[in-house]
């Protein structure tokens, strides 16, 4: 089975500018959620997303967004990126809503 | 919400000996604790968990062990090896996508 693919790898941005991320989940897993990870930080909840809808919802800003498609597949956005967003996404996938499968992620980089 | 405290930041331990790292965790709804292991460039990957019911898990030169009464929960690994080098985050979670990772902690095991 394939493992969570994250795409891009790699992207770098300026400020102002928006984002989109985009994560497919493991065959079969309906339920895809989004982390934040920084040095400072560690792993931070953004939401979570389940057959389209959106379930839960970290303390994020409403810049940050996501959905999900009818294939299970996800996209996050960002938009008016600040300097600050620069981190590692995470992307995870669930089939039993508690083990999470995570992706390898997107490095974003705002300058 | 919960909140999840993980020490120590960093431990360095020589090659053959044990490793532990500990978590507290703050609601007491909390019933699942899962460990997770990320080396550089890839994403946290699941190496154990344990529900609330269960007070010790073991797999092979790992375990986690549960003080509910307590709320913290360890992880053990005996006979480290250099692959074991690696960060490791401790979660906490109440059913739902929802979960709260530890800070990390950063293993370096020496040849």
């Known amino acids: 089975k394939a493992g969570v693919t994250q795409t891009p790898r790699y992207l770098i941005k300026t400020r102002g500018q928006q984002v989109t991320l985009s994560c497919s989940p493991i065959?079969?897993?309906?339920?895809v959620s989004w982390y934040q990870q920084t040095p400072g930080q560690g792993l931070q909840f953004l939401f979570e997303?389940?057959?389209?809808?959106?379930?839960n919802k970290g303390n994020f800003p409403g810049r940050f967004s996501g959905r999900q498609f009818s294939n299970s597949r996800s996209e996050m956005n960002v938009s008016t990126l600040e300097l600050g967003d620069s981190a590692l996404y995470l992307c995870?996938?669930?089939?039993?809503?508690?083990?999470?499968?995570f992706g390898s992620g997107t490095q974003l980089s705002v300058l | 919400g919960e909140n999840v405290e993980q020490h120590p930041s960093t431990l360095s331990v020589q090659e053959g000996d044990s490793a532990v790292i500990k978590c507290t965790y703050s609601?007491?709804?909390?019933?699942?604790f899962p460990w997770y292991k990320q080396e550089l460039g890839k994403g946290p990957q699941l190496i154990i968990d344990?529900?609330?019911?269960?007070g010790e898990k073991k797999d092979q030169r790992i375990a986690v062990t549960l003080n509910k009464t307590a709320k913290h929960f360890s992880l053990h690994i005996t006979e480290t090896q250099p692959e074991d080098s690696a960060v490791y985050f401790c979660?906490?979670?109440?059913?739902?996508?929802?979960?709260?990772f530890g800070a990390g902690t950063r293993l370096t095991v020496k040849p």
């Open positions: 995870a996938s669930s089939f039993d809503n508690e083990k999470l499968f």
């Open positions: 065959s079969g897993h309906r339920s």
């Open positions: 997303y389940f057959s389209e809808t959106q379930r």
């Open positions: 609601d007491s709804a909390s019933n699942y």
């Open positions: 344990i529900r609330s019911n269960v």
């Open positions: 979660a906490a979670s109440i059913g739902r996508n929802d979960m709260r």
